[in-house]
């Protein structure tokens, strides 16, 4: 059973956001999304200063078997993105909520918030699609 | 629920994540498939591949059967044990199985007899083309091998740690091996094989003993390895996976398995051998390269290669190789190909640098 945090909000395509007050999220993909993809390889983020709308391309995560694209949770504007990830692609696998984080949002419209999922509703999700 | 092989409680008990891989439950990794790719690369690593076909061939014409039936001609094969790859061929030139084939007995003695080890995924076919070709021959037995398990340990300290959990005699004959020679041992079978590009054994145990020659192998040290390392090793290696990089419909001529095509003598007659020879006097069209992606993303099979705007071919098998830390790819493109071209990579064409098909032999990358 993959790690679902009960503090995180997720989306069906994977992605967890964190509150960090003030408007802006941290948002990642989760342990059950690393785990279906294996070996994370290179991870592709967006400029800082871009803006994003709910399900817009964020980024791209490459792992020795797929691509798969990352999308944008909510709507914002990128404020931090983890370089990190550069020369340490293996983040995304050995810390998906931690070190393994993407991208910093500040949030162009803090109601979208209340559409997200909680750690049970998306649990359920994944099991539904297991 | 699909069959499982001997070592199904093992991979249970060692953290195995299970995929379907040709009806058989088998291991794609044991957490991490770069850290397994790294462990056989710098240590040794283990594999189950005891879902792999073996058929042993016997009977006066032996011989004979498989000099008709395969493309490399086993009379290359000279002494006891010595192994030849080989593609079997349908009547245009295509590619039913590619496999290995050992002489089990010394070339001179009367009743020499050969096995032969072909993929899982095409057993049914192999062995129905196989039982079919006797039909030209008197003195021909197939008989498959289900009651051997097969484990290859490989790596640069691969048959060291065997030759730590083996009796004293199987060490001896083990150190006796020349690489592609496998000898038997009270009903074990040794050989010097794999499909890494490391050295390494290829064991055929009966599937009593396989369960603890696997645990001892653990117990020195030697890492369970699934089949997604097992796929990124082979393709370092430039070795071609049937399914992938050729079938029934691609000629060994366009499969980088022209050195496999045993031409002489000119008057041995195999399955295959006309359509072969038209192709090769009308000149063949296109050929397996290497690619490498210098800048970042990942090479994936059947993305379209491109030389000067226009498609000139797919990438057969494509993945990040983590021994060189890019992406690798092996693709069947127009004959002309000069020393770059690109891909269409999700839209987008970036530029590769084209290569041999042969990336890392031996740790070491082996092209410029």
Same mark, same amino acid.
């Given at each position: 059973m993959s790690d679902i945090p009960s503090d995180l909000k997720y989306v069906a395509s994977?992605?967890?956001?964190?509150?960090?007050?003030?408007?802006?999220?941290?948002?990642?993909?989760?342990?059950?999304?690393?785990?279906?993809?294996?070996?994370?390889?290179?991870?592709? $983020?967006? =400029?800082?200063?871009?803006?994003?709308?709910?399900? !817009?391309?964020? *980024?791209?995560? %490459?792992?020795?078997? /797929?691509? @798969?694209?990352?999308?944008?949770?909510?709507?914002?504007?990128?404020?931090?993105?983890?370089?990190?990830l550069e020369d340490?692609?293996?983040?995304?696998?050995?810390?998906?909520?931690?070190?393994?984080?993407?991208?910093?949002?500040? $949030?162009? =419209?803090?109601s979208e918030v209340?559409?997200?999922? !909680?750690?049970? *509703?998306?649990? %359920?999700?994944?099991? /539904?699609? @297991? | 629920m699909g069959q499982k092989t001997a070592l199904y409680e093992k991979h249970l008990q060692m953290n195995a994540k299970l995929v379907d891989f040709g009806g058989w439950d088998m291991p794609i990794n044991y957490g991490s498939q770069v850290e397994e790719h790294h462990k056989v690369r710098n240590d040794a690593g283990m594999f189950d591949v005891s879902h792999m076909t073996v058929v042993d061939v016997t009977g006066a014409d032996a011989k004979e059967y498989l000099r008709y039936l395969l493309a490399n001609d086993v009379i290359r094969l000279?002494?006891?044990?010595?192994?030849?790859?080989?593609?079997?061929?349908?009547?245009?030139?295509?590619?039913?199985?590619?496999?290995?084939?050992?002489?089990?007995?010394?070339?001179?003695?009367?009743?020499?007899?050969?096995?032969?080890?072909?993929?899982?995924?095409?057993?049914?076919?192999?062995?129905?083309?196989?039982a079919d070709h006797t039909a030209r021959f008197d003195n021909v037995a197939l008989t498959e091998r289900?009651?051997?398990?097969?484990?290859?340990?490989?790596?640069?300290?691969?048959?060291?740690?065997?030759?730590?959990?083996?009796?004293?005699?199987?060490?001896?004959?083990?150190?006796?091996?020349?690489?592609?020679?496998?000898?038997e041992s009270e009903g074990w079978f040794f050989a010097r094989t794999g499909y890494t590009g490391e050295d390494g054994l290829e064991v055929m145990v009966p599937e009593e003993y396989v369960a603890d020659f696997w645990q001892a192998l653990a117990d020195a040290g030697v890492a369970p390895c699934g089949l997604g390392a097992r796929d990124t090793l082979r393709l370092e290696a430039g070795m071609n996976l049937y399914g992938s990089d050729m079938d029934e419909k691609v000629s060994p001529l366009s499969a980088n398995m022209g050195w496999t095509v045993a031409w002489e003598p000119a008057e041995r007659e195999f399955v295959g051998r006309k359509a072969l020879e038209t192709q090769r006097s009308a000149g063949v069209k296109q050929k397996l390269v290497g690619l490498v992606l210098e800048s970042r993303g990942v090479l994936r099979s059947h993305q379209k290669v491109m030389i000067n705007g226009e498609e000139a071919g797919e990438i057969t098998s494509g993945s990040f190789s983590p021994t060189l830390g890019c992406s690798i790819a092996m693709a069947r493109v127009s004959a002309e190909i000069a020393d770059t071209c690109h891909v269409d990579m999700r839209g987008k064409l970036v530029e590769v640098k084209v290569v041999k098909p042969s990336f890392v032999r031996n740790g070491e990358k082996v092209f410029s």
């Open positions: 994977h992605e967890w956001i964190r509150d960090e007050g003030d408007g802006v999220v941290t948002i990642g993909i989760t342990d059950h999304a690393q785990d279906l993809l294996g070996d994370v390889v290179f991870v592709e $983020l967006p =400029d800082v200063g871009s803006e994003f709308t709910t399900g !817009d391309d964020l *980024g791209v995560v %490459e792992s020795v078997k /797929a691509a @798969s694209d990352v999308y944008a949770p909510l709507s914002g504007e990128v404020i931090a993105i983890n370089e990190e340490a692609p293996e983040l995304v696998n050995s810390d998906p909520y931690g070190d393994g984080w993407f991208v910093q949002i500040r $949030l162009s =419209d803090t209340d559409d997200l999922l !909680d750690a049970d *509703g998306y649990a %359920e999700l994944c099991e /539904a699609e @297991s | 000279q002494e006891q044990g010595k192994a030849l790859y080989s593609g079997m061929l349908n009547e245009t030139g295509g590619v039913v199985d590619d496999l290995i084939v050992y002489l089990m007995t010394d070339p001179d003695v009367t009743g020499e007899w050969f096995r032969v080890v072909v993929n899982c995924g095409t057993r049914e076919k192999d062995l129905r083309w196989m289900p009651e051997l398990s097969m484990v290859a340990i490989q790596g640069p300290n691969a048959i060291a740690k065997v030759l730590s959990v083996v009796s004293e005699s199987r060490v001896k004959l083990i150190e006796t091996l020349k690489v592609f020679q496998g000898l």
